[in-house]
C-alpha cells in the first residue's frame, strides 16, 4: 500500500471476496478410432450430431469409440473425442481437371476501324450445351485514338444480364510477334483485348461475330493471325479442351484422413461422404463447393489468374473445415504464376483448341490457355481410416511428449473426470489408461475384458486378476473401475444390434448421476444404474456370481439383468484391492472433484506473504466448500486447519503453505438389511 503524505481523499478498493471456484463436475474422454475428424486431438464434442458431423458415424473400424460417444452423449452434453490413426491412414481426395476457356483477340491494328463496333456472342458450356438461348450483343468504341481495351473491358467485363458468359483481358504483339499479356493500356494504342467464353473444358465453343473485321485469331505460339496478316475477320469459331494429364492435376485433399470422406451410397440409398463441384462464374472465376452427403456445406470463389483468389489459398487449412486444395505435377513445382491468364510450361504455351473462320477454314490449332477447372462433380475417393485390427496399441497409446493417442487425455484444461478406450480390451492400452489416471489424478479410467475373453463369471474374475490369456497382470488402483458382462444394444445408425463394451455403460452412468444428483452418488443400482437402451447381457448372473466378482478382494462391477428390474449396473467398486474409503466409486469421484476445486479456488494464494491472514483467508476459501458438499450428502464431516501446528517454521522456511483437511466421505448403502426378530406371544414388544 503506498503511505499517504499530503492531506485528501482517498478510496482504496480491496478484493477480499473469494470463494471455491465452480466447475463442471463429469467430463468424459473417450479415446478411439473414427472414419474422419481431427486426430491425436482432444476435441470437445456437445451432441450426438455434432461427433457424427465431426467424426463419422459408427463403422466397423477397431474399437468402439464413436458408438461410445453416442451413448455418452445421452447422459451428458459433453465429451472430449480422441481419433487415433495408424501409418496406414490416408486423405481422401479428388483430382479435378484444368482445362481452357475458348478465346478470341480483338484489335483494330491496320484494320482502320473508326466508329463502334457491334458484337454478338453465343457461348456453350463444358458440354456444349447453350450457355443462354439467345445471342448476346455488345457496343465497344474501338475508334482511334480510344483506350481500345478499357472500351472493350467495361463492355465485356459487366455482365448485363447475369449470364457471366464473357470477359476481356489485355494483350499486346511484342518484338516477336507473340501475344503477351499487357497491364498497362494507354489511349490510342491499337491492343484491344481478348473475348474469352467463360466455360472451359473440351466442349466449351465461343462463336463472335463483329460489324467490322476486328476477330483475330491467336495461334499455338501466341501470335495473332487471320487469312492474311493483320487483316481481320468479322466472325470467328472457337473451341476450348482440356489440359488434364498424368502429370499436371489439382487435387482437393480431405484436411483428415479417413474413409468417411469417400463418396458412396449407403445400404438405404443416402449419400455418404463428400463429393467436389465445380460451377463456372464470370470471367476467370469459378466456385468450388463441397458437397456432404449430397447437400452443400462449403462454398469457394477462386481463381486460376496472377493476382487472384489461387485456389490453394481459398481452400487452405484453416478456411476450410474439411478440405484443402494443392496443384501437383509429378517431377515439379507448380507456381501460381504457372497457371496466370498465359498459362506456360517450361516447352512455352499448352497446345490444343481448333480455330475456324468464316470460310471454315482450319487456319491454327491452339490459343493460349485462359485456365479454369472444369465444370463438373468429382467424388472424394482413396480415404482411409488408419485402422489395423492387428496393429493398433502403439497408435491409441500413443506418445507422451507428443501427446498423441490417450495422452491428448493428459491436460489439465480438458477437466475431464472418467476417462476409457472402449471395445479395444488391449492390457498395455489399458493400464497406459489407468496410469495416466494415477499420475493425472483427473479421472477414473473405465475398462472391460474382452468379448472373447470371459465368457463366465470365473474367466473375468481370473482376467482382472491377470490370470488369463489376454491379461497377465491384476488391476489394483482406486483410479480404475472393471465392468462385465458385455451388453448388446441396437444401434439406429447402423440399424442393427452390436454387443458393446460395459465399460462404455460404466461411464455413462456415472456422468448421468452427476446430471442427476451428484457426482459423489453411487453410480449404480435401480435408481442411477438402471440401463434403458440395453437388451441382453452376455451372460445371466446370479446372486453367487455377484458375490463372487464383487467380493473376497475381486473387484468387478457386475451389470446384472434382473427379470422384473431390467438391466442394472449393480456395483460401484474401483479397483483398489484394499479395503478403504477408495474402493468405492463414488468416493473417487468425490476426491477428484475436491482436489480439482482446491487447486482451482487457491492458485491465487500462491506467493502472498506466508503468515496468519493467509493462513486464515485460505481456511476461509475451503470451509465454504466442504460445507456445501456435506449439505449435498457428499461428506458427513469436516475440518480444515491451516495455522502454526501445521505450518512449522521449518516448513515456512523452505516457502511451504500448509493445509490439512480431514473429510469423512458418505457411504453407499450397497447392502440394505431387515433384521426380523420373531418372539413369542408373552413377549413384551411396545412400551
Not at 456472342?121 to 465497344?140: E, L, M, N, R, W
Not at 458468359?165 to 498497362?184: C, F, L, S
Not at 462454398?299 to 486460376?304: E, P, R, V
Not at 470460310?359 to 472424394?380: D, E, I, N, Y
Request: with cysteine; hydrophobic share 40%; proline share 5%.
Amino acid at each position: 500500500m503506498a503511505n499517504i503524505v499530503s492531506p485528501g481523499v482517498y478510496v482504496i478498493e480491496k478484493d477480499i471476496s473469494n470463494y471455491p471456484a465452480t466447475i463442471d463436475s463429469t467430463t468424459v474422454g473417450v479415446v478411439g478410432f473414427a472414419e474422419k475428424g481431427p486426430t491425436n486431438k482432444a476435441t470437445l464434442i456437445t451432441s450426438q450430431e455434432r461427433l457424427v458431423d465431426t467424426f463419422g458415424e459408427p463403422v466397423e473400424v477397431v474399437g468402439q469409440g464413436v458408438l461410445a460417444g453416442l451413448e455418452i452423449l445421452e447422459a451428458s452434453n459433453r465429451l472430449y473425442f480422441v481419433r487415433a490413426v495408424d501409418d496406414d491412414a490416408k486423405n481422401a481426395s479428388a483430382t479435378i481437371p484444368f482445362g481452357f476457356c475458348p478465346a478470341i483477340a480483338v484489335s483494330s491494328a491496320g484494320v482502320g476501324v473508326t466508329k463502334k463496333v457491334t458484337f454478338k456472342v453465343q457461348v456453350t458450356d463444358h458440354t456444349g450445351a447453350s450457355a443462354f438461348p439467345f445471342i448476346k450483343t455488345y457496343v465497344a468504341n474501338l475508334s482511334a485514338g480510344t483506350d481500345q481495351f478499357n472500351a472493350l473491358a467495361s463492355v465485356f467485363g459487366t455482365d448485363l444480364d447475369g449470364l457471366k458468359a464473357v470477359a476481356a483481358y489485355p494483350y499486346e504483339i511484342d518484338a516477336n510477334g507473340d501475344v503477351a499479356p499487357k497491364t498497362v493500356v494507354t489511349t490510342g494504342e491499337t491492343a484491344a483485348g481478348f473475348i474469352v467464353g467463360s466455360f472451359a473444358g473440351s466442349g466449351a465453343t465461343l462463336y463472335v461475330s463483329a460489324s467490322e473485321p476486328v476477330l483475330m485469331a491467336v495461334d499455338q505460339n501466341g501470335g495473332v493471325h487471320a487469312a492474311s496478316e493483320l487483316v481481320g475477320f468479322s466472325q470467328l469459331t472457337v473451341s476450348g479442351g482440356s489440359i488434364y494429364t498424368s502429370s499436371l492435376k489439382y487435387v482437393v485433399e480431405s484436411l483428415y484422413p479417413g474413409a468417411g470422406y469417400n463418396l458412396g451410397t449407403k445400404s438405404d440409398g443416402s449419400l455418404s461422404g463428400n463429393s467436389i463441384e465445380v460451377d463456372p462464374l464470370g470471367g476467370s472465376k469459378f466456385s468450388v463447393v463441397l458437397n456432404d452427403k449430397g447437400a452443400l456445406k462449403e462454398s469457394f470463389k477462386a481463381s486460376l489468374l496472377n493476382g487472384g483468389l489461387f485456389l490453394t489459398d481459398v481452400i487452405s487449412e484453416g478456411k476450410s473445415d474439411f478440405i484443402q486444395g494443392s496443384v501437383y505435377e509429378e517431377d515439379a513445382v507448380i507456381e501460381p504464376e504457372k497457371l496466370a491468364v498465359f498459362a506456360s510450361t517450361a516447352d512455352g504455351f499448352i497446345k490444343g483448341a481448333a480455330v475456324s473462320g468464316v470460310s471454315g477454314t482450319a487456319f491454327v490449332t491452339g490459343t493460349p490457355r485462359f485456365l479454369k477447372l472444369v465444370q463438373g462433380t468429382v467424388a472424394m475417393a482413396s480415404g482411409d481410416n488408419g485402422a489395423d485390427p492387428n496393429n493398433y496399441e502403439e497408435f491409441v497409446i500413443g506418445d507422451p511428449q507428443e501427446k498423441t493417442g490417450i495422452y491428448a487425455l493428459d491436460d489439465d484444461g480438458l477437466n475431464l473426470t472418467i476417462g476409457l478406450v472402449p471395445g479395444l480390451a488391449s492390457q498395455n492400452v489399458q493400464n497406459a489408461l489407468i496410469t495416466l489416471a494415477e499420475t493425472s489424478q483427473n479421472f477414473i479410467a473405465c475398462v472391460s475384458p474382452p468379448y472373447l475373453a470371459a465368457d463366465t463369471p470365473q474367466e473375468a474374475i481370473d482376467w482382472s486378476n491377470g490370470l488369463s490369456d489376454t491379461r497377465t497382470a491384476a488391476i489394483n488402483s482406486s483410479y480404475a473401475a472393471i465392468y462385465w458382462p458385455w451388453v448388446k444394444t441396437f444401434v439406429p445408425t447402423l440399424g442393427e444390434d452390436k454387443w458393446l463394451d460395459p465399460a462404455i455403460y460404466g461411464a455413462r452412468q456415472i456422468a448421468y448421476t452427476a446430471g442427476v444428483s451428484e457426482l459423489w452418488f453411487a453410480p449404480a443400482g435401480f435408481v442411477r444404474g438402471r440401463l434403458t437402451k440395453p437388451t441382453q447381457t452376455q451372460t445371466i448372473l446370479n446372486q453367487g456370481d455377484r458375490d463372487s466378482m464383487y467380493s473376497g478382494g475381486n473387484v468387478i462391477n457386475p451389470i446384472v439383468n434382473f427379470p422384473q428390474q431390467g438391466i442394472t449396473i449393480f456395483g460401484q467398486r474401483t479397483a483398489q484391492r484394499a479395503p478403504t474409503a477408495l474402493d468405492r466409486i463414488n468416493v473417487r469421484m468425490l476426491m477428484i472433484y475436491i482436489r480439482k476445486v482446491l487447486l482451482l479456488s487457491t492458485q491465487r494464494f500462491a506467493f502472498e506473504p506466508n503468515d496468519a491472514i493467509l493462513w486464515s483467508q485460505i481456511q476461509e476459501t475451503v470451509n465454504p466448500l466442504l460445507d456445501d458438499i456435506k449439505r449435498r450428502r457428499g461428506i458427513t464431516e469436516f475440518k480444515v486447519i491451516c495455522d502454526e501446528t501445521v505450518n512449522t517454521p521449518l516448513r515456512v522456511d523452505r516457502n511451504e503453505v500448509w493445509c490439512k483437511i480431514l473429510i469423512k466421505p458418505t457411504k453407499a448403502a450397497e447392502a440394505v438389511v431387515f433384521e426380523l426378530n420373531i418372539t413369542s406371544q408373552s413377549a413384551k414388544i411396545s412400551g
